[in-house]
């Protein structure tokens, strides 16, 4: 399967930063990715989808605007929370998709909002 | 949309003893079903998955089972072992963006 690597695995920033979390696909030319969010104990939320070479595709109800998408490789994606709030503490992760719709995620990244 | 259920919430095992984790879906157009493990702090890990055309696959310790009229699968877990112990998702895909279920954490006593 696709080696999907992620970092940071962890921030902790100040309210009204910017943070930038960076997805990248080691093995294989990821022409989509997914950013996912989860909370404690809870499932995966979808934010939204990345594709290279063009604009995000974000979920309903998620602000792009907030979230910043970047897909400029086949092997990088990346994750721009803006103006963090304590709000946005979180668990995020990123996918790719492989051959087949088989999905490989990241290692994840845990962001505290102070 | 696609909706999953998924059954137990917690799964409380001995050592050695077998682990079975349900999932139903709604949309019968979906034709992918994944099964992904996650261990605390970590991102998911695809650990099997079934096609629509397939009844049933192995992967030594773990398999699933897929019933497309009842729209339902499983996934059991033989011999389980300690390191057994940690979420599973299942998720149910038509267009390659899967939904997931809410999990459940898998507790295995040595």
């Known amino acids: 399967g696709a080696v999907v690597s992620q970092h940071p695995s962890w921030v902790i920033c100040k309210s009204g930063t910017s943070v930038k979390i960076e997805c990248r696909s080691l093995?294989?030319?990821?022409?989509?990715m997914f950013w996912y969010r989860q909370f404690p104990k809870q499932s995966l939320m979808l934010m939204a989808t990345s594709n290279e070479g063009s604009k995000a595709t974000y979920e309903q109800g998620v602000e792009k605007d907030k979230f910043l998408i970047n897909h400029a490789s086949l092997t990088l994606s990346t994750l721009t929370v803006t103006s963090a709030h304590p709000e946005d503490s979180s668990f995020y992760i990123c996918?790719?998709?492989?051959?087949?719709?088989?999905?490989?995620f990241g290692s994840g990244t845990q962001l505290s909002v102070l | 949309g696609e909706n999953v259920e998924q059954h137990p919430s917690t799964l409380s095992v001995q050592e050695g003893d077998s682990a079975v984790i349900k999932c139903t879906y709604s949309?019968?157009?979906?034709?992918?079903f994944p099964w992904y493990k996650q261990e605390l702090g970590k991102g998911p890990q695809l650990i099997i998955d079934?096609?629509?055309?397939?009844g049933e696959k192995k992967d030594q310790r773990i398999a699933v089972t897929l019933n497309k009229t009842a729209k339902h699968f499983s996934l059991h877990i033989t011999e389980t072992q300690p390191e057994d112990s940690a979420v599973y998702f299942c998720?149910?895909?038509?267009?390659?963006?899967?939904?997931f279920g809410r999990g459940t954490s898998l507790i295995v006593h040595p």
């Open positions: 998720a149910a895909s038509r267009s390659y963006i899967p939904t």
């Open positions: 996918s790719v998709e492989a051959t087949n719709e088989k999905l490989f």
């Open positions: 949309d019968s157009a979906s034709n992918y």
């Open positions: 079934i096609r629509s055309n397939v």
């Open positions: 093995d294989f030319q990821a022409t989509t």
